[in-house]
């Protein structure tokens, strides 16, 4: 079941999955669905539409990634990239706004993730915070 959403300047799919063993979706699940669509539509865009916040700025994270020490030695389009990601840019914005491929982001990321020795989003958005702390 999917749920797709339309604004001047994107387009979302809002999918919904059931497990296999739970079978195909009942009416009941269909009626929620439809009367809940809108809403969770609505909420997804303003969601996505949101601007960053003046605190979480691209100059300020891309100034974390570079002060991680000779240990990280982060290239410059690692930096924009990582930065990028911490804002929670998708990496086709991050390819469009670097004027770059998304597999130059994919590789850009895989790079930088290696160096700070981190695997997940979620490893790099500690790492931000716990950089952003000390320096404040």
């Given at each position: 079941?999917?749920?797709?959403?339309?604004?001047?300047?994107?387009?979302?799919?809002?999918?919904?999955?059931?497990?296999?063993e739970?079978?195909?979706?009942?009416?009941?699940?269909?009626?929620?669905?439809?009367?809940?669509?809108?809403?969770?539509?609505?909420?997804?865009?303003?969601?996505?539409?949101?601007?960053?916040?003046?605190?979480?700025?691209?100059?300020?994270?891309?100034?974390?990634?570079?002060?991680?020490?000779?240990?990280a030695?982060?290239?410059?389009?690692?930096?924009?990239t990582?930065?990028?990601?911490?804002?929670?840019?998708?990496?086709?914005?991050?390819?469009?706004?670097?004027?770059?491929?998304?597999?130059?982001?994919?590789?850009?990321?895989?790079?930088?993730?290696?160096?700070?020795?981190?695997?997940?989003?979620?490893?790099?958005?500690?790492?931000?915070?716990?950089?952003?702390?000390?320096?404040?």
């Amino acid at each position: 079941m999917a749920i797709i959403s339309r604004t001047p300047d994107q387009l979302l799919y809002l999918n919904f999955y059931r497990r296999r063993e739970d079978g195909a979706f009942r009416e009941s699940d269909l009626w929620r669905l439809r009367v809940c669509g809108p809403l969770i539509a609505a909420i997804a865009e303003r969601h996505f539409s949101l601007d960053v916040p003046a605190s979480c700025s691209l100059d300020l994270l891309m100034d974390v990634f570079r002060r991680l020490g000779p240990a990280a030695r982060l290239s410059e389009r690692e930096v924009q990239t990582c930065a990028r990601i911490a804002i929670g840019y998708s990496t086709e914005r991050i390819a469009r706004e670097l004027k770059i491929s998304k597999n130059s982001v994919v590789t850009f990321r895989r790079r930088a993730f290696a160096k700070l020795n981190i695997a997940t989003h979620k490893e790099l958005f500690a790492l931000v915070l716990s950089r952003r702390h000390r320096m404040d």
